[in-house]
């Protein structure tokens, strides 16, 4: 499959494994998880039809790991960035000392009053490196970089988690943990 390709199917992936299962006539289970074969199904519906090969490519090749399948492979889930309410199980663990968060800086002033907010995801995404982050920031306008003091939120007790694709997530990072870089 060439990247074009690649990057087609993602986008639909995320849309209805994050965004808007019901509109592909799907329910998350728990963890965000989807039966593959009514994944498979659902998108012939729409259309779209994908075949499973195509499916695992794009698991595997995915840039950013977006999707996993389960231990057996008949389940397939987003690894984060959902919009909709959705469990998905992850564990607290202790955050590296120093984490990065890619913004605009349009959103600079906001975020340095009332601290960094989850908006429409879940959670603050946080990225373990500075160049993951300004990638990030660049989605939105002039990419800035805020380094967070994640080694003095952890002991403040805020909780980390970090998904399957490595991305760090947290509720909120107020904003006297931020510090621009
Ligand atoms: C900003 C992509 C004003 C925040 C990426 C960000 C990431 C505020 C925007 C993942 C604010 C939300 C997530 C405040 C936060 N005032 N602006 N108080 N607090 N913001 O897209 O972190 O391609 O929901 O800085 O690679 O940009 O989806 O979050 O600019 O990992 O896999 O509000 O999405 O991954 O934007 O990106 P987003 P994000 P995927």
């Known amino acids: ?3 074009k390709q690649l990057v087609r199917i993602s ?7 994050r965004h808007e ?3 592909l006539g799907l329910t998350l289970a728990i963890g965000g998880w989807v039966k593959v074969d009514d994944l498979l199904a659902a998108c ?3 259309n779209f039809p994908i075949t499973k090969e195509q499916l695992k490519e794009v698991v595997e090749k995915n840039s950013k790991k977006r999707f996993s399948f389960d231990t057996t492979g008949a389940e397939i889930r ?3 960035g959902h919009s909709i309410d959705v469990d998905l199980e992850l564990e607290p663990k202790p955050p590296p000392v120093v984490l990065y968060h890619g913004t605009a800086q349009k959103n600079l002033e906001s975020i340095m009053t009332i601290g960094l907010q989850k908006m429409a995801r879940h959670h603050v995404h ?3 490196d500075i160049t993951t982050a300004t990638n990030v920031g660049a989605r939105h306008g002039k990419p800035i970089v805020l380094a967070v003091d994640a080694e003095a939120m952890h002991k403040a007790g805020f909780t980390f988690y970090c998904s399957d694709n490595g991305v760090w997530l947290a509720d909120d990072v107020p904003a006297q943990y931020l510090k621009k870089i």
Request: glycine residues 0%.
């Open 21 to 23: 299962p019901e509109s």
């Open 1 to 3: 499959m060439d990247e």
């Open 44 to 46: 012939r519906k729409k």
């Open 126 to 128: 946080l990225s373990k």
């Open 78 to 80: 987003a690894n984060q």
């Open 11 to 17: 986008k639909f992936l995320s849309k209805y494994l």
